[in-house]
């Protein structure tokens, strides 16, 4: 009989410290990243070393926040799925009040709607406190729709997931209009850190970014993402904090800046879909546990005052491993010399007999 308790075992180390201030924490903190890639490390710890050099650090601005569920109806027609959305517009007090018998800290922040032929998509937004959110979205959309159905004639059940949420996948909709918490991180580094601790130039920073991660996502018919690696910190993360590493998926799409002023770096990362919460499934492992509380976020915060700490911090690390790649991709060969000294030693001394 399988054991299901069995935990599987991904290498994790702290790196850092990075320093971090904006409008939610003013913090100096080491991160955990649990990762088969092991040049993420140093990667990553050499962006941290970076933010420490600047006064401010890395400044985080939370944009806004929302979890979302999308839900489907069929109508008799469209002029009827018409009439069904002025219909719902104009009960949202009363949508309101029936999201919030659904717990404590979920609440209605709108709706979105697209209507195909006789199709009704409807795009319900929530705050959802200090978890993540996915059920308690799936748990209001469901008693939504219930009384939707219930009260308004025409119309009929089609989904309580309709793919205009949209959850873990990439699609335009999640970078327009945003799910999870929306991040902006930016670091101004002096033209003097930037030859000594990245070996390179803020021109040559931005340049690569435009040649790279702008004309290069275009031409591979990316969707609203224009960034290196993400991905990497991201799961990294996630996996670290009890995250769902899924949502990677949607949460690695976004734009990264990089301004050359007066030999001076200013260097952005932009995550409109950064989906976290520090409660919830996943968070009861002690290993998540341990992590959650040296990272300051088991603190007595009003409602998600954890999760939006977590979040900035998990937008400031994406920023410290995406500088580190793209300083490392100015120079010739460095990236694969990095790899091949950390991940094959065994490599590098057979070629050095």
């Not at 580094?189 to 803020?202: F, G």
């Not at 001076?264 to 996943?282: Q, W």
């Not at 995406?322 to 000294?341: I, V, Y």
Request: proline residues 3%; hydrophobic residues 40%.
């Amino acid at each position: 009989m399988t054991d299901t308790s069995l935990v599987a075992g991904v290498p994790m180390k702290w790196v850092g410290p990075v320093r971090i201030s904006g409008d939610v924490a003013r913090v100096e903190t080491e991160v955990p990243l649990a990762t088969y890639e092991s040049p993420l490390w140093p990667s990553v710890s050499r962006g941290a070393r970076v933010s420490m050099l600047v006064e401010q650090g890395i400044v985080a601005t939370l944009v806004n926040e929302r979890m979302t569920r999308s839900v489907l109806v069929r109508a008799a027609d469209a002029q009827t799925a018409c009439l069904a959305v002025l219909e719902i517009d104009a009960r949202l007090d009363e949508l309101r009040e029936i999201t919030r018998r659904c717990g404590r800290f979920v609440e209605l922040l709108g709706f979105h709607h697209e209507i195909t032929a006789n199709l009704l998509f409807l795009r319900f937004e929530f705050s959802t406190g200090d978890a993540s959110g996915h059920n308690m979205a799936t748990l209001a959309a469901d008693a939504l729709l219930a009384h939707l159905l219930d009260t308004i004639p025409g119309i009929r059940y089609g989904s309580i997931s309709a793919n205009y949420c949209t959850d873990k996948k990439a699609t335009a909709v999640n970078g327009i209009l945003g799910r999870g918490k929306n991040v902006v991180t930016e670091l101004l580094v002096p033209r003097e850190i930037v030859h000594q601790r990245l070996h390179t130039t803020a021109g040559a920073v931005a340049e690569l970014n435009v040649h790279k991660n702008m004309i290069g996502t275009l031409l591979a018919g990316g969707i609203r993402s224009a960034n290196a690696h993400y991905a990497n910190m991201l799961l990294g993360f996630y996996l670290a904090t009890g995250q769902d590493a899924a949502n990677i998926v949607e949460g690695s799409q976004g734009v990264t800046v990089a301004e050359d002023r007066d030999g001076d770096l200013y260097f952005s990362c932009t995550l409109p879909n950064l989906i976290v919460g520090t409660v919830g499934n996943g968070k009861s492992l002690g290993f998540v546990e341990e992590n959650m509380t040296r990272l300051g976020c088991r603190a007595e915060r009003e409602p998600g005052g954890n999760a939006r700490r977590l979040a900035v911090i998990c937008a400031a690390t994406v920023l410290c491993g995406e500088l580190s790649l793209l300083a490392a991709q100015t120079n010739q060969g460095e990236l694969m010399r990095a790899h091949l000294r950390l991940e094959r030693p065994s490599s590098i001394a057979t070629k050095g007999e």
